[in-house]
């Protein structure tokens, strides 16, 4: 089941992502390239964080196993909820 899903987490990665260790264009936070997630996928280190607006996200018929759903809008309720040892991944595409 999640093979299904690993091509659209590659492409949706390739599209947004840079590469582990260098900050996004606001110097706010690691990217991380699709090579680095394709291996981590399944660690327990490791939480897949969906993060589409509203129509985008209950539109859609692919969503990644495994991923948590969190509103975007509400990150000030749920920015706190993750352990700071884990490795966060957002998508939005």
Known sequence: MFSKWLPLLL???AVGCMGMGRTSSQG???LMEKEELKTRLG???LILLDVRYGKDWTGSDRKIVGAIR???QEFDMWKGKYPK?????LYCA
């Not at 040892?85 to 991944?89: G, H, N, P, Q, S």
């Open 70 to 72: 969190e509103d975007p």
């Open 43 to 45: 660690s327990p280190d």
């Open 11 to 13: 492409v949706l990665l």
């Open 85 to 89: 040892t884990k490795t966060l991944v």
């Open 28 to 30: 706010d936070a690691p």
